[in-house]
């Protein structure tokens, strides 16, 4: 059974930095692709970055492209979302996914709050 476990959510002043991890174990992660969404209050989940496990290929929401950048440790099957220039509209729970064309994993979510 895949597991994903987000942390390293926290309050940060606008214009800081936050990085998060992602924690993925109970699978083979060589074919996923490794996604971070976010959900801010009222709003739908919402792409953020995805990452391909085996080949490093990435792909972001243009709301973050040049400020967050997503990457991964396949020795510790962890995938990291560093966030700089942080903005209020970053406000939101931030999930880890894992996906395959089977099926999609989903961490608990991890809160982050922009203060401005």
């Known amino acids: 059974q895949v597991q994903l476990v987000e942390s390293g959510g926290g309050l940060v002043q606008a214009g800081g930095s936050l990085r998060l991890s992602c924690q993925a174990s109970?699978?083979?992660?060589?074919?996923?692709?490794m996604g971070w969404f976010r959900q801010a209050p009222g709003k739908d989940r919402a792409f953020v970055a995805a990452i391909t496990w085996n080949g490093g290929t990435t792909n972001y929401a243009d709301t973050v492209k040049g400020r967050f950048t997503i990457s991964r440790d396949s020795a510790k099957n962890t995938v990291y979302l560093q966030m700089t220039s942080l903005k209020p509209e970053d406000t939101a729970v931030y999930y880890c996914n894992a996906a395959t064309t089977k099926r999609d994993y989903w961490g608990q979510g991890t809160q982050v709050t922009v203060s401005s």
């Open positions: 109970g699978g083979t992660f060589g074919t996923y692709i």
